[in-house]
């Protein structure tokens, strides 16, 4: 069966600190990969999606960045966080554009 | 960039009233889906709509997809404490393989 693994699950980073979050999928080849953001109380906004390796869209221009080094591992990350970066993080998997979304646990991150 | 709309923002309902949450987007979708987000979860798949005046249930869910393939709607019938949560569409357009782009969620309370 397919997992999702992401973490940390919890973040307190100070502003101007880097940025690290992993995401790895197991059990499916080559599937499509999403980062998304979710401030306190509100929607998912689609940060990057990556339908292979090495292949990055980003949908909202900001101080991060996604890059998928392995088929089934998506990383997100700052040089600079910025107190606007606190949220909840999350990674998702798909098999296809068309198909149902797998949700990792999500980061909850507090730039300080 | 695209944008699916969802309202309300809030609901809050009487156990045993019924719920209604919509979306619409400004262009024509591929598919819509709907997920359900516990408080302090992540979003987990309910169903996918495909085709043009879809209608779909899952006991006391009715999933509906308009005609022209850009709007939708979940109806909750006869609300129960276990349906608190906020619940998001999220649409896929044609041409788009990788993007899912999530409404902005109705959070739902259920008073008993």
């Known amino acids: 069966s397919q997992t999702i693994h992401q973490w940390p699950a919890t973040l307190v980073q100070p502003v101007g600190s880097p940025l690290s979050l992993e995401c790895t999928v197991e059990g499916t080849s080559n599937p499509n990969l999403y980062w998304y953001r979710q401030a306190a109380g509100r929607g998912l906004q689609l940060l990057f999606y990556s339908v292979g390796i090495g292949q990055i869209s980003s949908e909202v221009p900001q101080n991060l960045s996604a890059s998928r080094p392995q088929d089934r591992q998506f990383i997100l990350s700052s040089k600079k966080l910025l107190l606007s970066d606190s949220g909840f993080y999350l990674c998702?998997?798909?098999?296809?554009?068309?198909?149902?979304?797998?949700f990792g646990q999500g980061t909850r991150l507090t730039v300080v | 960039g695209q944008q699916v709309m969802q309202i309300p923002q809030y609901q809050h309902v009487q156990e045993g009233e019924d719920f209604t949450t919509y979306c619409n987007s400004s262009t024509t979708l591929s598919n819509i889906q709907w997920y359900k987000q516990r408080p302090g979860g992540h979003p987990v798949f309910l169903i996918q709509?495909?085709?043009?005046?879809e209608v779909k249930k899952q006991k006391r869910l009715t999933f509906q997809f308009g005609e022209a393939k850009k709007n939708s709607s979940l109806h909750i019938t006869a609300t129960q404490t276990t349906d608190v949560g906020t619940y998001f569409c999220?649409?896929?357009?044609?041409?788009?393989?990788?993007?899912?782009?999530f409404g902005k969620g109705t959070k739902l309370s259920v008073k008993p």
């Open positions: 999220a649409g896929n357009y044609g041409g788009s393989q990788g993007n899912l782009i």
């Open positions: 709509l495909v085709k043009s005046g």
């Open positions: 998702a998997w798909a098999s296809g554009g068309f198909t149902e979304a797998f």
